[in-house]
């Protein structure tokens, strides 16, 4: 069992979002209370749902768990801790600086890496300060921070004078001088995420290759500052109640394929399984399930009369998008939630109705030909190179930036420059040639920019024009980029996600992220249903019950209108991208 595993006193819990990091986490801090511990867990999530798991109304105040003596909970706030960051960075420039100026800087600190660097700073005080968490015994974190944000406070020149915001590079952190003032206690925070005799570091995944990549690249990014004391919980293993039912058998076997090929480097790691549930253990008996210490309560979503108001197939999203003849298509989600497959079937329906329309996308992992297969006539693939693009963009900010920094202030640019956001920017330059095709036929996107980047090149641009210099610095392709996809008849933007409780909250932080950059969703599409599957496994039957809720609220309350993509026995590629077509 994962807790026999785990006798650090500090324990991170980190994976893809969906893949159950908050479940696990919880029951294995309700598995150390009842052994008698004093544990305390925390989230800095800023999508947290511990309250909702713990079913207990948390602040960022220790709370008592009731049902489990000896165990404490806190929800950190890391979009609090976020906005005074960036007002500790901002705030001595106002008057300086023009407005434009300052506009730039604080979109550069509104983005992930900085909500991270603002959680770090939240969770460094019961890390590194000793006095602070001294009357518990195991502390808990749901969540923990990447590779790039401990490379980046390993540097030395991060807690220098240098203020990276004027070197007119786009960082995702901006000014770094927010970081001065608690140089030693991150110092001392980072040392202790390093000492495998005080840490743990746990990667949470699912049997699929998406999640399970993921978990290698993290795994890779902490070995490389030295944090090596890493075990790996594999969630939702699923095993056929039903041999008979074909979706309960393609379930299992692609699970088994997934870790059968899982990276070398993940399957060295002491790991440990959990079977799949029907829905989100919610409460303390159902984390108790959860490692196999008891049964977990029946939760059902709609009656089984419920079927007959589920959202319409895909099909019905591609017919109202092939009415307008042109246009770009953009599939956005987080990780996992099959973005690729989505923009492959509706790229190939719509070429199979006679249109012009090129698939294009940015993911490394994601691959469109596979998914297509043999493409219909009409239909044109391509790919954009994160690598490269963000290569060429690394070499032309160092050129222009680094040329009157120092060794230490050199470091950090290159270092900040590996950043997710960095990457986002690069590729987001060479979207803008594609995206004009979008005059002339369609365009699908497969990973498109999310509303923090479009702003940030916004903010850049304005910037540049108030300021009068380094004006070139912007394509001039991208400046047109930016009006096309906030013109709701040349853009479509469809957010895809999973009936689940994270992948529905992550959506909609992203539907809220692409309206601050003045982008109107256009739809939503839940994918991988179990509801509407057709599954007769009574696992699968009551998971599918499970997600109800979910597509209820998604239908009603947060889209504007949506398609409900079933689970599919076939292998949705090739001929099988038909089948999320279909109706449930």
Same mark, same amino acid.
């Given at each position: 069992?994962?807790?026999?595993?785990?006798?650090?006193?500090?324990?991170?819990?980190?994976?893809? #979002?969906?893949?159950?990091?908050?479940?696990?986490?919880?029951?294995?801090?309700?598995?150390?209370?009842?052994?008698?511990?004093?544990?305390? +867990?925390?989230?800095?999530?800023? =999508?947290?749902?511990?309250?909702?798991?713990?079913?207990?109304?948390?602040?960022?105040?220790?709370?008592?768990?009731?049902?489990?003596?000896?165990?404490?909970?806190?929800?950190?706030?890391?979009?609090?801790?976020?906005?005074?960051?960036?007002?500790?960075?901002?705030?001595?420039?106002?008057?300086?600086?023009?407005?434009?100026?300052?506009?730039?800087?604080?979109?550069?600190?509104?983005?992930?890496?900085?909500?991270?660097?603002?959680?770090?700073?939240?969770?460094?005080?019961?890390?590194?300060?000793?006095?602070?968490?001294?009357?518990?015994?195991? +502390?808990?974190?749901?969540?923990?921070?990447?590779?790039?944000?401990?490379?980046?406070?390993?540097?030395?020149?991060?807690?220098?004078?240098?203020?990276?915001?004027?070197?007119?590079?786009?960082?995702?952190?901006?000014?770094?001088?927010?970081?001065?003032?608690?140089?030693?206690?991150?110092?001392?925070?980072?040392?202790?995420?390093?000492?495998? /005799?005080?840490?743990?570091?746990?990667?949470?995944?699912?049997?699929?290759?998406?999640?399970?990549?993921?978990?290698?690249?993290?795994?890779?990014?902490?070995?490389?500052?030295?944090?090596?004391?890493?075990?790996?919980?594999?969630?939702?293993?699923?095993?056929?109640?039903?041999?008979?039912?074909?979706?309960?058998? =393609?379930?299992?076997?692609?699970?088994?394929?997934?870790?059968?090929?899982?990276?070398?480097?993940?399957?060295?790691?002491?790991?440990?399984?959990?079977?799949?549930?029907?829905?989100?253990?919610?409460?303390?008996?159902?984390?108790?399930?959860?490692?196999?210490?008891?049964?977990?309560?029946?939760?059902? $979503?709609?009656?089984? #009369?419920?079927?007959?108001?589920?959202?319409?197939?895909?099909?019905?999203?591609?017919?109202?998008?092939?009415?307008?003849?042109?246009?770009?298509?953009?599939?956005?989600?987080?990780?996992?939630?099959?973005?690729?497959?989505? =923009?492959?079937?509706?790229?190939?329906?719509?070429?199979?109705?006679?249109?012009?329309?090129?698939?294009?996308?940015?993911?490394?992992?994601?691959?469109?030909?596979?998914?297509?297969?043999?493409?219909?006539? #009409?239909?044109?693939?391509?790919?954009?190179?994160?690598?490269?693009?963000?290569?060429?963009?690394?070499?032309?900010?160092?050129?222009?930036?680094?040329?009157?920094?120092?060794?230490?202030?050199?470091?950090?640019?290159?270092?900040?420059?590996?950043?997710?956001?960095?990457?986002?920017?690069?590729?987001?330059?060479?979207?803008?040639?594609?995206?004009?095709?979008?005059?002339?036929?369609?365009?699908?996107?497969?990973?498109?920019?999310?509303?923090?980047?479009?702003?940030?090149? *916004?903010?850049?641009?304005?910037?540049?024009?108030?300021?009068?210099?380094? #004006?070139?610095?912007?394509?001039?392709?991208?400046?047109?980029?930016?009006?096309?996809?906030?013109?709701?008849?040349?853009?479509?933007?469809?957010?895809?996600?999973?009936?689940?409780?994270?992948?529905?909250?992550?959506?909609?932080?992203?539907?809220?992220?692409?309206?601050?950059? $003045?982008?109107?969703?256009?739809?939503?599409? +839940?994918?991988?249903?179990?509801?509407?599957? $057709?599954?007769? *496994?009574?696992?699968?039957?009551?998971?599918?019950?499970?997600?109800?809720?979910?597509?209820?609220?998604?239908?009603?309350?947060?889209?504007? /209108?949506?398609?409900?993509?079933?689970?599919?026995?076939?292998?949705?590629?090739?001929?099988?991208?038909? $089948?999320?077509?279909?109706?449930?």
């Amino acid at each position: 069992m994962l807790i026999d595993e785990l006798a650090t006193r500090h324990l991170f819990f980190t994976g893809k #979002g969906g893949v159950g990091k908050t479940s696990i986490s919880c029951a294995t801090a309700v598995a150390l209370a009842e052994r008698g511990k004093r544990v305390l +867990i925390v989230s800095t999530d800023p =999508a947290s749902n511990l309250d909702q798991v713990l079913a207990t109304p948390l602040s960022p105040r220790p709370t008592a768990i009731a049902e489990a003596p000896g165990l404490f909970a806190a929800n950190l706030d890391p979009e609090a801790a976020a906005r005074e960051y960036r007002e500790r960075v901002v705030a001595p420039y106002r008057g300086i600086l023009p407005q434009a100026a300052l506009s730039s800087i604080e979109e550069q600190l509104s983005g992930a890496c900085t909500v991270e660097i603002a959680a770090f700073d939240e969770f460094a005080k019961l890390l590194g300060d000793a006095e602070a968490s001294r009357n518990f015994d195991h +502390i808990v974190f749901d969540t923990a921070p990447t590779g790039h944000t401990l490379r980046l406070l390993k540097l030395p020149a991060a807690w220098s004078d240098f203020i990276q915001g004027s070197t007119g590079g786009t960082s995702c952190l901006g000014p770094l001088a927010g970081l001065q003032a608690q140089h030693a206690l991150y110092r001392a925070t980072v040392e202790t995420l390093a000492d495998a /005799r005080r840490t743990t570091v746990v990667l949470v995944s699912r049997p699929d290759h998406a999640a399970l990549a993921e978990a290698e690249r993290t795994r890779g990014e902490l070995a490389e500052i030295g944090i090596t004391n890493l075990r790996l919980a594999l969630n939702a293993v699923f095993a056929a109640n039903d041999p008979q039912d074909p979706i309960a058998r =393609a379930l299992e076997a692609r699970g088994r394929k997934a870790v059968a090929a899982m990276p070398a480097g993940l399957a060295a790691l002491p790991r440990s399984e959990l079977g799949l549930m029907a829905g989100a253990p919610l409460g303390v008996p159902a984390l108790r399930a959860l490692l196999g210490a008891g049964q977990a309560p029946s939760r059902h $979503g709609w009656a089984q #009369g419920g079927r007959d108001r589920l959202p319409p197939p895909l099909v019905s999203l591609v017919e109202q998008l092939a009415a307008s003849g042109r246009g770009v298509v953009m599939t956005m989600g987080k990780g996992g939630v099959g973005k690729t497959t989505v =923009a492959a079937a509706i790229a190939t329906e719509l070429a199979r109705r006679g249109h012009r329309v090129l698939l294009t996308t940015t993911d490394p992992a994601a691959h469109v030909a596979s998914a297509v297969g043999t493409p219909v006539p #009409g239909l044109r693939l391509s790919r954009i190179d994160p690598a490269q693009e963000t290569r060429r963009y690394a070499e032309e900010t160092l050129a222009r930036a680094g040329r009157d920094l120092d060794t230490q202030g050199l470091a950090l640019l290159e270092e900040d420059l590996k950043s997710p956001c960095t990457e986002e920017v690069a590729v987001f330059r060479a979207f803008a040639q594609t995206v004009a095709e979008g005059g002339e036929g369609f365009v699908i996107l497969d990973t498109a920019p999310t509303g923090h980047t479009i702003l940030l090149l *916004d903010a850049a641009e304005s910037y540049h024009r108030e300021v009068a210099k380094a #004006g070139s610095e912007l394509p001039e392709a991208v400046r047109n980029l930016l009006p096309r996809l906030r013109d709701p008849s040349y853009t479509r933007v469809l957010i895809t996600t999973l009936a689940e409780a994270t992948p529905v909250q992550e959506a909609e932080r992203l539907q809220a992220d692409l309206r601050r950059a $003045g982008i109107e969703p256009f739809a939503w599409v +839940i994918n991988q249903s179990f509801l509407a599957s $057709g599954t007769a *496994d009574p696992l699968l039957l009551e998971r599918g019950r499970c997600e109800a809720p979910f597509v209820e609220r998604v239908q009603r309350e947060l889209a504007t /209108r949506c398609a409900l993509v079933p689970w599919l026995a076939e292998a949705p590629t090739g001929e099988g991208l038909a $089948g999320l077509m279909r109706a449930a």
